[in-house]
């Protein structure tokens, strides 16, 4: 049987084409990327962190995807001038998803948000705006066509990332948020120019985790080697499987 990915979902509001209803969601390149790997994505509804243990049973993965900032209450710190809109309930549940994934020992495959979600839910600290980043000399959120690559990473070779990408790669950008501080839990595999973190890891053995703060969904069509992001990730899950 083909692994089933739980793909944590956003909520779309004031959508004029269903007269303003609310519309559970993710983008349509999480959904293809996970079938082009040969997996079920499977949404999941923004829910009662009491539920995530029930949902997690059911699949054989997780995927957290982009969306809105993560509420800096959640690390101690209160909301600046710069912040974008928070959803309190989605963070909720998708830090209750994470905890319970990994207590599961099912494999996490985290990007943009879901990177700075992970990392929040473990005790990190992120900017809330890039801005804030004393060493910023880098284009964050790019003008350039979000299917295309506009800055480089250089990446740990002895890392997933690495076996994937190489030394260095050009990926796309679009973040206001960044990781300050890194979670124990975690080691950091890839850093843009400018030196804020794009890619980490867990270190533990026994945990499979991969996040990354780039769009790699967005690049698929034009840029293959995106995609292996999500093979290597339904792959890290049939091990666990078995």
């Known amino acids: 049987m083909k692994p089933l990915i739980g793909i944590a979902g956003n909520v779309l509001l004031n959508n004029a084409d269903v007269n303003g209803l609310p519309i559970t969601y993710t983008p349509q390149g999480f959904v293809n990327g996970v079938r082009q790997a040969d997996a079920i994505p499977v949404v999941f509804p923004i829910s009662d962190p009491t539920e995530a243990k029930d949902y997690l049973s059911k699949v054989d993965g997780v995927l ?3 969306g809105q900032d993560v509420s800096p209450l959640l690390f ?20 209750a998803l994470v905890k319970e ?13 879901g990177l700075q979600l992970v990392n929040v839910a473990y005790g990190g600290t992120l900017y809330q ?3 804030d980043y004393p060493n910023l000399a880098v284009q964050h959120v790019q003008l350039t066509h979000f299917e295309t690559g506009a800055h480089t990473i250089d990446i740990e070779p002895d890392s ?8 260095q790669y050009v990926v796309n950008t679009y973040h206001h948020q960044a990781i300050k501080e890194l979670a124990e839990p975690f080691r950091a595999v890839a850093w843009s120019k400018d030196g804020l973190i794009e890619a980490f890891e867990a270190k533990s053995p026994h945990q499979s985790i991969v996040a990354v703060q780039w769009h790699p969904e967005l690049m698929i069509p034009y840029d293959l080697m995106m995609q292996r992001l999500f093979t290597d990730f339904v792959k890290r899950v049939i091990k666990k499987m078995i």
Do not use: M, W, Y
């Open 64 to 66: 957290l995807a982009g």
């Open 76 to 95: 101690g710190e209160e909301p600046s001038l710069k912040l974008g809109a928070t959803n309190p309930a989605r963070d909720a549940f998708e830090i």
């Open 101 to 113: 994934a990994i207590h599961q020992a099912k494999p996490i495959f985290a990007v943009c948000r």
């Open 129 to 131: 705006d890039v801005s």
């Open 160 to 167: 997933t990332i690495g076996k994937i990408f190489g030394n």
